[in-house]
């Protein structure tokens, strides 16, 4: 028995160190197989961490400096939350509301900085590496995003504030102080931004409310759950991005599987004749695939950490921005992310070696010889693309989980059409050039008859193209339907903000200042709708009506009379997140409701309302006044026939305004889109490594996949083709063959960004925009993966060439 295992044990030493000696022989085709394994594992490993980690940090949070808050107590516009108000509620019994001050201060960089004072006392005793009371406490990603290092911060107007940068801060992007310490800093600081209370019953709730001054309001404010319910559709956005690079490196190493199993299966035929057992041999082929598992985990997870350590800062700006969610943006290592690697890594392993598991199993089938056949089983792929699309369009789209799963069926669906779109594309091709360019068709029919062989490649290229444009296209809407949206919102050279007792002096100068050609009164109330509460804002005038950027409105046959005719009788515009609350369309009646009133109103216009979380209507100024109660004034819009800083300072010397009071709808516009820009950082991010990793699957199969076909090139070599020429020769089947990739790609991109700003769009955010098409993200991503494919080609084929194969 000894005996035997001592033999047994032998056979396999040999069969591995022959196995090493293999990779040792083809460097670059099974280093290549296991970094496509690698970057399958990654991929998809570094979203969930993503996900995992940022969720964990936001709930954390939460508990920690937002626990139990359930309502905010503000002013009404034009009045302030008073440190007299404050005690005034605190003698009456309420121990469970603090105050907070919340405001912005302009860096010398010219970046605006957001600041929220808090009382810290008890966090600085019981938390002490993460908070204290005599210092500024920065989040160390928001600093780096402003570009603040050292001990102080430096403001526009000279002042420095002692700093402390935290590398674990789960407050969000935004700097936290002592709010003793802020009206130290800041003594021009009167009263409070708004005061936070406590988990509180109904019945104190109800005394909380009798309680109050008449200018101060009580406001519930969003629950974790409900803003992470939108913050789950941005994750799900991620991970289904993940899942298409995990299939486009799967792909990948399929093909780099079957190549290098070419040569495997000559070796493993030559170790049966030398009498090595077909256990043996089973054996070794089996610890070869759970060293990579291993390995493709072990490299891919450094991968991952790298890519989270980037992104999770990213995403947590967003989240914070967004959805009020804070991430510290720190990256902490949890045991079930090793787990989730090594699951990863064996799924992409067998799914990479499905053939060769599935011969291992079957002895007969292994050591039968089996030509290379370089032809597609088109009947199997027919079937299996007609029933992807049969689910496509049967499968529903009763939430963002089922819309998401049916367009990746139809996208996983198109890749069965792709080889129908090359042969297509040659054919046009061939019908188009005359029979005397002989070497240009041979290139056509050569390509046709090569679709086979290089099949999955092309497949990974095409769906990682598809996806970068679809990308493009969906930030390219974004910009020009979200900067057209701020033209059109923001037209007024100037916004002025007024207290109560402000508005008479203010109004007389606007009256008298020569260059003011009209200015407009912004009034606003809240409503109830239901259960939600609902912010009310007016139109009195034609431009202010125009500021809105309608969606959908009643058709006027006279667009002269579109002011008249939006004014009379009780209509009313709804934003594009109410209507999908409650699901409104034009001509439902919609019921509005205050503490001792009620009215209904139909719905005449949506607007888009980009960016704003709340829900809003605009009623007629006549039909506001007339119906709601509480309506009160927040604002100035003024036009100027011509607006300098002049203007500027003088209504701040002659008003007494403070800066803070002006606001430059220029200078929102650009927060603004700032904002923004990053919401999609991490979507064209994703889309353009995916295509960097098919590009990198073409450059791994194309000497192998040339050289596989030796026979057929050394044919046209003897026939006088040159090196230089064999090289055009091969060079231009693939651009061909990618051409056909392009051209489909292009409609399918299409859907794609459709169903984005269409469909997850209002999940993920709760509103929707516009598909703006214009060629440049067709013609940029194009290019941009044709350059990155004719780098990763030209230098395999070369070589192949240059070293005299033929």
């Known amino acids: 028995m000894n005996i035997k295992a001592a033999i047994a044990n032998s056979e396999l030493y040999l069969v591995v160190k022959t196995q090493l000696a293999e990779y040792w022989q083809n460097p670059l085709l099974n280093i290549g197989f296991i970094v496509s394994l690698a970057i399958a594992t990654s991929t998809l490993l570094a979203i969930l961490m993503l996900n995992h980690a940022s969720k964990q ?43 907070v001050l919340s405001f912005r201060k302009k860096l010398t960089n010219g970046k605006w900085l957001t600041f929220k004072a808090m009382d810290l006392l008890a966090l600085s005793i019981s938390k002490p590496q993460s908070f204290d009371s005599i210092n500024v406490l920065l989040p160390q990603p928001y600093g780096k995003n402003l570009g603040i290092s050292g001990l102080q911060i430096m403001l526009s107007d000279g002042r420095l504030l002692p700093l402390r940068q935290i590398t674990k801060a789960d407050w969000g992007m935004t700097a936290l102080l002592d709010i003793a310490l802020a009206w130290q800093l800041f003594p021009e600081l009167k009263d409070f931004s708004y005061l936070l209370v406590a988990e509180i019953s109904a019945e104190g709730v109800l005394r909380l409310e009798q309680s109050l001054p ?19 559709a941005l994750h799900l956005n991620l991970s289904a991005l993940a899942v298409l690079g995990f299939i486009v490196s799967v792909f990948i190493a399929f093909q780099a599987a079957n190549q290098a199993w070419q040569k495997r299966s000559e070796l493993v035929s ?4 030398f009498g090595v057992s077909f256990t043996t041999i089973r054996l070794a082929l089996l610890l070869e695939a759970v060293s990579l598992i291993v390995a493709a985990s072990v490299i891919g997870t ?5 890519l989270v350590s ?16 804070s991430v510290s943006g720190h990256f902490d290592w949890h045991w079930r992310y090793g787990l989730w690697s090594l699951l990863i890594s064996a799924c992409a392993v067998l799914l990479s070696l499905f053939k060769q598991v599935k011969r291992i199993n079957n002895p007969h089938l292994f050591f039968t010889a089996k030509p290379v056949n370089s032809r597609l089983p088109t009947t199997l792929i027919g079937i299996v693309t007609g ?45 188009s050039n005359s029979r005397r360019y002989f070497r240009l068709r041979l290139i056509m029919q050569d390509a046709a008859n090569q679709i086979g062989r290089r099949f999955i490649p092309l497949a990974a290229f095409y769906l990682a193209l598809s996806t970068s444009i679809a990308a493009a296209l969906m930030v390219n809407s974004f910009e020009t339907a979200f900067v057209n949206y701020l033209e059109q919102q923001l037209d007024e050279d100037l916004y ?13 100068w606007l009256q008298r200042h020569p260059q003011v050609i009209e200015y407009l009164l912004y009034r606003h109330a809240v409503v109830n709708v239901g259960q939600d509460r609902v912010a009310v804002t007016t139109y009195q005038s034609p431009r202010q009506l125009a500021t809105l950027v309608l969606k959908t409105e009643q058709k006027i046959l006279n667009q002269a009379d579109r002011y008249t005719a939006m004014t009379q009788g009780a209509g009313c515009l709804i934003n594009e997140q109410l209507a999908l609350k409650h699901n409104l369309t034009l001509g439902n009646e919609i019921n509005l ?16 309302d980009y960016g704003n979380p709340r829900y809003e209507i605009s009623l007629p100024l006549q039909l506001a006044q007339q119906q709601l109660s509480g309506l009160t004034a927040r604002g100035y819009g003024v036009y100027f026939s011509q607006y300098n800083t002049e203007i500027k300072q003088q209504l701040l010397s002659e008003l007494a305004l403070e800066q803070s009071q002006l606001i430059e709808p220029a200078e929102i516009k650009k927060m603004a889109l700032d904002i923004f820009a990053q919401t999609f950082i991490l979507s064209q991010g994703i889309a353009a490594v995916l295509l960097v990793i098919a590009c990198f699957g073409l450059f791994l199969s194309a000497k192998s996949l040339e050289l596989a076909r030796k026979a057929d090139l050394f044919i046209l070599s003897s026939l006088g083709y040159s090196k230089i020429e064999l090289f055009i020769h091969m060079l231009a089947q693939w651009l061909l063959l990618v051409a056909g990739c392009i051209v489909l790609s292009w409609p399918v991109a299409m859907v794609l960004a459709e169903v984005l700003v269409a469909k997850v769009f209002p999940v993920s955010f709760g509103w929707s925009m516009p598909l703006v098409l214009t060629a440049s993200p067709f013609v940029s991503g194009s290019l941009i993966g044709l350059s990155c494919l004719f780098v990763a080609l030209v230098i395999p084929l070369y070589k192949l060439n240059g070293r005299g194969h033929w």
């Open 57 to 99: 940090q936001y709930q954390q949070a939460d508990t920690r400096l937002g626990a139990a808050i359930t309502y905010h107590i503000r002013a009404k516009q034009g009045q302030t939350v008073s440190k007299q108000d404050f005690a005034q509620l605190r003698k009456q019994g309420f121990s469970n509301i603090n105050p």
């Open 214 to 232: 008449e200018h101060l309001t009580l406001q519930k404010i969003d629950s974790l759950q409900q803003r992470q319910g939108f913050a789950d």
């Open 270 to 273: 030559q170790l049966r004749l």
């Open 302 to 306: 450094f991968i991952a950490v790298a």
């Open 310 to 325: 980037v992104l999770l800062p990213l995403l947590g700006l967003t989240l914070n921005q967004l959805y009020q969610l």
């Open 387 to 431: 029933l992807l699309l049969l689910l496509f369009l049967l499968w529903p789209e009763t939430d963002w989980h089922q819309v998401m799963v049916k367009y990746g069926l139809f996208l996983i669906a198109t890749v069965g059409i792709l080889p129908l779109t090359m042969h297509v594309l040659i054919k046009l091709f061939l019908l």
């Open 496 to 508: 002025i903000r007024f207290e109560q007792q402000q508005q008479p002096r203010l109004e007389q």
């Open 593 to 608: 409701s205050q503490a001792s009133s009620q009215m209904s109103c139909q719905v005449r216009g949506i607007y888009y």
